[in-house]
């Protein structure tokens, strides 16, 4: 299968890109004891059912649980930059960057409500290609 340079494509396995829609966060979720994962499997690591995990769309909404600010990165990653583990509404929890917000402990509050956005990661591979990431943001 070739891949045409330019296409845009997902950061990670779970950020889905439905032709037909808006992109979305897929968990899994464990039919016998209700928790969600990030990312596929066949087990549930809490009740450690087998076979019986389903894929499921997440909400875009969430609560921040906690952040770091990053001062060092790898070189061409702008810094300071807010890491955060955001706990999903309804279950599931991601890590991903916290943008939109000053990069600043005064600003940023603990359980605050933030929303899942979509965007342009603002990388390309060799073939020309956009990886579309998800971020979080302060809840409007």
Same mark, same amino acid.
């Given at each position: 299968m070739s891949e045409a340079a330019g296409e845009l494509?997902? !950061?990670t396995d779970y950020v889905k890109l439905p032709k037909d829609g808006e992109p979305y966060l897929e968990g899994h979720k464990c039919k016998s004891c209700g928790t969600i994962f990030m990312g596929a499997r066949? !087990? =549930?690591?809490? =009740? $450690?059912a087998r076979n019986e995990i389903e894929a499921v769309k997440l909400p875009s909404k969430g609560t921040l649980y906690s952040y770091t600010i990053v001062y060092r990165s790898f070189p061409g990653v702008e810094v300071p930059f807010v890491s955060a583990v955001v706990d999903i509404e309804g279950g599931g929890t991601v890590k991903g960057n916290l943008i939109n917000v000053d990069p600043d402990p005064a600003k #940023?509050?603990?359980g605050m409500n933030v929303d899942v956005i979509f965007k342009d990661a603002g990388r390309t591979d060799k073939k020309g290609n956009?990886? #579309?990431s998800y971020f $979080?943001?302060?809840a409007a």
């Open positions: 494509r997902p !950061v066949n !087990v =549930c690591s809490k =009740c $450690f #940023i509050e603990m956009h990886y #579309i $979080f943001q302060p």
